[in-house]
């Protein structure tokens, strides 16, 4: 497990607002991780009511914690990314478990193949009622949602990142910035960079 490195390779990025319980289960799925290269954490807290402390959470993380006021998941990954110290950028969200494998499937992928700009894995789920909760679940390629995919790094800020100005609210920034990187090159999918979403009670206005 990875902590306190000066240059990390990898910088994983998760926006977050409002879902403490779900963020500590996350982030210690993430501290877990079975890998041999340095990470770091970048932790967004978009406009939380009550603001994220960094000692709520794992102290074996090398983790940063940055606050903005609501502008949205595409402007909090930018803010991520815009500081991010690592040559691979790793996304996920706050209501993930990713597997003990999951960073290191994500590097090992671009390792092997260098002319790939990302690598996206399954996205996993309990069972769910689709009367009253929404989740998430892929098995192939070519979805690249923002809870479980990676990219490098010189390739998506070449490009400007996500699109903050057209997508201010959640809302397909993600297949966005999947359709302007794959003018760079191919986004992979590895099998075994898996993350769980977990299943959310449907309330109204969501």
């Known amino acids: ?37 340095p990470f770091e954490v970048i932790l967004v807290d978009d406009g939380s009511k009550s603001p994220l402390c960094r000692e709520w959470f794992p102290s074996e993380l090398d983790l940063r914690l940055l606050r903005r006021e609501g502008v949205g998941p595409a402007a909090a990954r930018n803010a991520g990314l815009e500081c991010a110290r690592g040559h691979v950028i790793l ?57 479980n995919i990676a990219y490098r790094r010189d390739a998506i800020t070449s490009i400007g990142g996500f699109r903050e100005d057209v997508f201010r609210f959640a809302h397909a920034e993600d297949r966005d910035l999947a359709a302007r990187s794959r003018g760079l090159g191919e986004i992979g999918f590895a099998e075994e960079m898996v993350v769980v979403h977990s299943p959310r009670t449907l309330t109204i206005g969501n």
């Open 1 to 37: 497990m990875a902590q306190g490195f000066l240059s990390p390779m990898v910088s994983i990025v998760v926006p977050s607002r409002n879902r403490p319980q779900q963020l500590r289960a996350c982030l210690l799925a993430i501290a877990d991780n079975d890998v041999d290269v």
């Open 91 to 147: 996304f996920t969200d706050d209501d993930t478990l990713p597997v003990e494998c999951w960073i290191a499937s994500a590097v090992r992928h671009l390792d092997e193949h260098p002319a790939a700009v990302g690598v996206e894995g399954p996205v996993q789920s309990p069972d769910w009622d689709p009367l009253r909760e929404s989740s998430i679940r892929t098995v192939g390629p070519g979805h690249y949602l923002t809870c």
